[in-house]
């Protein structure tokens, strides 16, 4: 099995089947973008606690945590 499809499983299994869910997983992200584990890219239109105003892996910031 996949990671993206466990970690999918784990995710799907503790909600409700209010909404379908979509076939999905991110392996990463490139500022406002996020790319899926098929190569596909999405904008994130989605919010989070210094995700979306930082954007994802920002060379600064990554520099920063890594020192």
Not at 3 to 26: E, Y
Not at 43 to 54: E, I, K, M, P
Request: proline share 3%.
């Amino acid at each position: 099995m996949r990671k993206a499809a466990k970690a999918g499983h784990i995710v799907t299994s503790h909600l409700l089947p209010t909404f379908a869910r979509v076939d999905l997983g991110f392996e990463r992200g490139e500022g406002a973008w996020l790319v899926a584990t098929n190569g596909e890219r999405y904008l994130d239109f989605t919010s989070g606690v210094a995700v979306n105003a930082l954007g994802h892996a920002h060379p600064h910031v990554a520099q920063a945590i890594a020192e």
